[in-house]
């Protein structure tokens, strides 16, 4: 099953910055979406941000906006998450997943439509 890799993670201080690397499985091109998710401790798994490969628009969100920004590299078939003056609620273990269909949906809280993930990163936090 294709799946993705994801790395880069590790401890942070509060204030500090992360790139989050992952590795697609075929072209980044093929793609509907490419997205990142995280879930925290104890919590549900949450969408962070996903680009729409369709028409380029990239969504966030609202914790995370103005502070992380999804990228490709699609001659590298990479995906990228920039996380700039992480906070300790930004803590968690994150997923890059993608929707090799039309039929996808993409929120913090609902989401649907991503067939492929990877197995996460963990980034902490912490001062």
């Known amino acids: 099953q294709l799946q993705f890799v994801e790395s880069g993670g590790g401890l942070v201080q509060p204030g500090g910055s992360l790139r989050l690397s992952c590795v697609a499985p075929g072209s980044t091109l093929d793609y509907y979406a490419i997205a990142w998710f995280r879930q925290a401790p104890g919590k549900e798994r949450e969408g962070v941000s996903c680009l729409n490969r369709m028409d380029g628009a990239s969504y966030y969100a609202d914790s995370v906006k103005g502070r992380f920004t999804i990228s490709t590299d699609d001659a590298k078939n990479m995906v990228y998450l920039q996380m700039n003056n992480l906070k300790p609620e930004d803590t968690a273990v994150y997923y890059c997943?993608?929707?090799?269909?039309?039929?996808?949906?993409?929120?913090?809280?609902?989401?649907?439509?991503?067939?492929?993930w990877g197995k996460g990163t963990l980034v902490t936090v912490k001062g």
């Open positions: 997943a993608a929707a090799s269909g039309s039929g996808w949906h993409w929120s913090k809280d609902e989401y649907y439509g991503m067939d492929y």
